[in-house]
């Protein structure tokens, strides 16, 4: 059997080569890490909802209009998509502050901002994805004037989709983080939406109860992180094909 080549293993996927130069297929592993990977377990079953909840949507972005990277799902924990050169940055859109945010200016959690804030971190685990400027974007050439002006009008939108299909089903969307990958299409290069969208990247906050349905339920030890993203998925009606996810290899007599 050919072994497929691995592009690239980060904390929560795997990259492998696609069939057809240009795409890539993304693997969504069990693995869960916080503080830059100090905290870190298996989760079983968050890659398949992750995997899911990530197509459910990229596809709905799609359906908006605005570019992402998702070709088509290919297995529960298994997605093609389109290779992109991803600019080192997270994206991080903000509505009420929470996490870093009211850790660095001292902002109760859950206080609504007057408008969505966007920041910008540099990606790079061996500092710490530290925040950067503007200008450290244009000084360092990470992204051009162009870029960022499409970046934080596509973040935006990004915003106000999640914003308005969480508020649907009774969740609000405190913050997320977006990665932004360049495509070239003949003389033209693209900005489009790349890396996943998930419970991971967002928090999360049940608006009734307050109740956290994200990544902090791991940060935070406030309960199975499993359930907390499987609310989410059952809420929005994208629950994989088996409820119970089959994590490992199971003999059939
Ligand atoms: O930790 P912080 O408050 O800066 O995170 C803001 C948002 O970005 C949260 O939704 C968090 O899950 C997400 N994030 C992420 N990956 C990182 C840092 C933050 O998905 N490396």
Not at 22 to 30: A, E, H
Not at 61 to 83: D, W, Y
Not at 107 to 132: A, F
Request: charged residues 30%; negative net charge; hydrophobic residues 40%.
């Amino acid at each position: 059997m050919a072994r497929r080549k691995k592009i690239y293993e980060g904390k929560a996927k795997i990259l492998y080569e696609g069939p057809e130069p240009g795409t890539i297929v993304q693997y969504f592993k069990d693995d869960a890490t916080a503080f830059n990977a100090e905290k870190k377990d298996v989760i079983d079953g968050k890659g398949v909802l992750n995997n899911r909840l990530s197509e459910y949507f990229m596809n709905g972005l799609a359906q908006i209009g605005v570019p992402t990277h998702f070709i088509k799902s290919l297995n529960m924990r298994e997605q093609l998509v389109r290779q992109a050169e991803i600019i080192p940055l997270e994206v991080i859109v903000r509505n009420y502050a929470a996490g870093t945010m009211s850790k660095r200016l001292g902002i109760d959690e859950g206080t609504q901002l007057p408008r969505p804030i966007v920041e910008y971190c540099y990606k790079d685990d061996s500092l710490g994805d530290p925040l950067v400027s503007e200008e450290h974007i244009a000084a360092f050439g990470w992204a051009s004037q162009q870029d960022m002006d499409d970046i934080l009008s596509l973040a935006l939108r990004v915003n106000d989709f999640l914003s308005g299909v969480m508020f649907g089903v009774g969740i609000k969307l405190v913050d997320f983080k977006i990665e932004i990958g360049r495509v070239f299409e003949g003389d033209f290069q693209r900005l489009i939406v790349a890396d996943e969208i998930s419970p991971d990247s967002c928090r999360l906050w049940d608006i009734e109860t307050g109740q956290k349905l994200d990544k902090d339920v791991f940060r935070r030890d406030l309960g199975s992180l499993t359930d907390a993203y499987t609310e989410v998925a059952k809420r929005l009606g994208v629950l994989p094909q088996s409820s119970t996810p089959i994590t490992k290899p199971t003999l059939i007599n």
